[in-house]
């Protein structure tokens, strides 16, 4: 299979150029050339599947011309070690909880998926892979464990000073080994800025032999299909399903449009922001308007110019008008959040956190306004990652903490702190990591 740049069709490269390079040098998006669609050989069976069959099928689709059937089978099944159950609240108001891996949320999937894969496409190499990446939250935590102690690779984080929970940041900054964790003075747009510029700038990518691990990377996007495909099976043969989708770069919601690329029926994908409503307003308006990002309670979602917008638009034409078709978006503030939280709680006795609450709140308006419609949304954290709000809407220890996440509470935190302006941060990556 071979890859384009959403920027230019005519950049084409191959499949290990397009994972370790990341980003195109003309500053766009990597695509497949042809969108794979799985055929009545896997849409006649797919209800019986594993988790595993299911996200192996996918991942063949995708890469089986590229990476040999039993190395892309070892990829997927040591992907895929922990299930991602489906949580009916109450009918039609169903919850896929994607936060059962090592560090509670869904982006384990694609960081483990992309970390096995990068470790296979460069297996005969002897330099050393430095991957780097920007987190608003999550992304980080998940990349770190996925890299931990996997030789051949060093992983730089940059995050955002002050904007990410306390048990987030010991996630990034506490394993130490091939991880290094950098605190910028600015927002995630300053760190994803200083990240895009590091790969455009040639001489340092190639000396540093630099990758992404944002959710820019295709091989993340990719396993994140798998789980739309596993959840939908929850609902009857014959109801399509509405996905609902707490978002902020869109990585999550254009897998969720690889799978139904793949065949899988959906009614509708929602994308539910909080105050960050780029999309939304988009969706509405049909123009396209990012902003600086502000800061809310659901704040792996504060993205002010989503990664994944160019992607998402691509698979469309680049049509509005087919877009809203598939597309509807929603935004919430953080007090409607905080409410929702409490309200799960008392309605259902779950424990939805504030990333789900969002989505939440949107599937149950979408369902009013569609009266007989069937929602999935997506859970993307465990709630006792964010134990500030959770303790003041639930009560202070209503959140049992996971063992996994516990611990981390001792450990302790080592970052270096830089501004956010570009020739120091370079001059810190030539100095330090070497
Ligand atoms: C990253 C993240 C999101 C946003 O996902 P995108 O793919 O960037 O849209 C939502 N919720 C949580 C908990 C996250 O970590």
Known sequence: MKYHSTNNLGHRVDLKEAILRSLPPDNGLYMPDVLPV???????????????????????????EDVAADDLRKIVDGTLEFDAPVVTLEPKDHILELFHGPTL???DFGARFMARLMAHLTKDEDRMLTVLVATSGDTGGAVASAFHNVPGTRVVILYPKGKVSGLQEKQLT??????????IEGSFDDCQALVKKAFLD??????????????????????QSFYYIHSARKIEAGVKPVFVIPSG????????????????PVEKFVAATNRNDVVPRYLAKGQYEPLPSISTI?????????????????????????????????????????????????????EIDPHGAVGWLAARKYREENPGSETITLETAHPAKFPDVMDAELGEGTVEVPERL????????VASLLPKDWETFRAWLGGNIS
């Open 298 to 350: 659901s704040n792996a979602m504060d993205v002010g110019a989503p990664s994944n917008f160019v992607r998402m638009t691509a698979l469309f034409g680049n049509s509005w008008e087919q877009i809203k078709e598939c597309i509807s978006g929603v935004s919430f503030t953080d007090q409607e959040t905080r409410d929702a939280i409490r309200e799960v709680k008392a309605k259902f006795g779950y």
């Open 105 to 107: 949320a869904f982006k």
């Open 249 to 264: 770069n869109f990585g999550n919601l254009t897998a969720g449009l690889l799978a139904r690329q793949l065949g899988l």
């Open 406 to 413: 516990a611990i981390l509470a001792d450990k302790k935190k």
């Open 202 to 223: 040639r001489e340092l990518s190639e000396r540093m032999n630099l990758t992404s691990a944002n959710s820019i990377n295709l091989s993340r996007l990719v396993p």
């Open 38 to 64: 799985l055929g009545e050989g896997f849409w006649g069976k797919w209800r019986g599947l594993s988790f595993q069959e299911i996200g192996f099928a996918v991942a063949e689709a995708f890469f089986g």
């Open 174 to 183: 506490a394993l130490g080994g091939n991880i290094t964790a950098l605190e």
